[in-house]
T-cell receptor
Framework: GQNIDQPTEMTATEGAIVQINCTYQTSGFNGLFWYQQHAGEAPTFLSYNVLDGLEEKGRFSSFLSRSKGYSYLLLKELQMKDSASYLCAVLDSNYQLIWGAGTKLIIKP | DADVTQTPRNRITKTGKRIMLECSQTKGHDRMYWYRQDPGLGLRLIYYSFDVKDINKGEISDGYSVSRQAQAKFSLSLESAIPNQTALYFC????????????FGPGTRLTVL
């Protein structure tokens, strides 16, 4: 079966750094997406990785290791507005998105 | 104006009622999707369409039907609503490349009593 695992919830302090992990087992792999979703709102695109390595985009970076079936999203200089759920999704061999359940990130002052 | 819109945004209905959720997009995308989201379960695909004549079932299509009236419009129907269909429903679109990101509508919160 296809499976994506993320921690259910994480807590971090404003101004700090947090790493949200995602491990996956899917039938094929054509890339991995990270989305941000504020409570009650639509998911919005953050990043896409298809090759191994780190992609940096401002305060957010995303890392992929295809051999380990592993990705992480790194958030630096945390702000209160970063409090949200972060969804990991893998594009499988049929180019269908398989979604993780999401990680709820709580930022404390 | 939003690129992907959904109506209604909130709906409360009773068991057995027929409900239609509508989605419109101005992004010019051929691919459209309907998801439901339940706490702790993530997004689950109900139906998807690659063009007006191409409709496909997702992982949880039972109890739902869809209609692709035009490239820009994709509707989801619950023929006879039941309480376990209470959820947040999202419509999404995607561009022509397989690795394009999906763009989501604002969601419809449906409660079935």
């Amino acid at each position: 079966g296809q499976n994506i695992d993320q921690p259910t919830e994480m807590t971090a302090t404003e101004g700090a750094i947090v790493q949200i992990n995602c491990t996956y087992q899917t039938s094929g792999f054509n890339g991995l997406f990270w989305y941000q979703q504020h409570a009650g709102e639509a998911p919005t695109f953050l990043s896409y990785n298809v090759l191994d390595g780190l992609e940096e985009k401002g305060r957010f970076s995303s890392f992929l290791s295809r051999s380990k079936g592993y990705s992480y999203l790194l958030l630096k200089e945390l702000q209160m507005k970063d409090s949200a759920s972060y969804l990991c999704a893998v594009l499988d061999s049929n180019y269908q998105l398989i979604w993780g359940a999401g990680t709820k990130l709580i930022i404390k002052p | 104006d939003a690129d992907v819109t959904q109506t209604p945004r909130n709906r409360i209905t009773k068991t057995g009622k027929r409900i239609m959720l509508e989605c419109s997009q101005t992004k010019g995308h051929d691919r459209m999707y309907w998801y439901r989201q339940d706490p702790g379960l993530g997004l689950r695909l109900i139906y998807y369409s690659f063009d007006v004549k191409d409709i496909n079932k997702g992982e949880i299509s039972d109890g739902y039907s869809v209609s692709r009236q035009a490239q820009a419009k994709f509707s989801l129907s619950l023929e006879s609503a039941i309480p376990n269909q209470t959820a947040l429903y999202f419509c999404a679109t995607r561009g022509g490349f397989e690795t394009d990101t999906q763009y989501f509508g604002p969601g419809t919160r449906l409660t079935v009593l």
